[in-house]
């Protein structure tokens, strides 16, 4: 399992950012895939979550109304487009394999994460 995310950096409040988390060594379409974000001196966080077709999508309430998780089964490839960033938004945004039940207690199956910073 390899998960590379990208897209990360620093933004102003307000602003936006879109990740992006390139997977291969399985079959990403089978799948559900998370997000899952760590801020520095706190435990991971459940972001946002997607089934194997992109029919269901699932967010934390921090993260409703301001991001959008989606996926691109033909390329492999996870998003999150992230709007309204607010300086707690900032953290290490993992791209991780799985639902929400499961995904923060398999570690193993998460990428090497993102830095978003939000800042003015």
């Known amino acids: 399992v390899q998960l590379v995310e990208s897209g990360g950096g620093m933004v102003q409040p307000g602003g936006s950012l879109r990740l992006s988390c390139a997977a291969s060594?399985?079959?990403?379409?089978?799948?559900?895939m998370s997000w899952v974000r760590q801020a520095p001196g706190k435990g991971p966080e459940w972001v946002s979550s997607?089934?194997?077709?992109?029919?269901?999508?699932y967010y934390a309430d921090s993260a409703k109304g301001r991001f959008t998780i989606s996926r691109d089964n033909g390329k492999n490839t996870l998003y999150l487009q992230m709007n309204s960033l607010k300086p707690e938004d900032t953290a290490l945004y993992y791209c991780a394999r799985g639902p929400k039940p499961v995904v923060l207690t398999q570690r193993e199956y998460w990428g090497q994460g993102t830095q978003v910073t939000v800042s003015s």
């Open positions: 997607i089934n194997t077709r992109g029919g269901s999508t």
């Open positions: 060594g399985f079959t990403f379409s089978r799948y559900d």
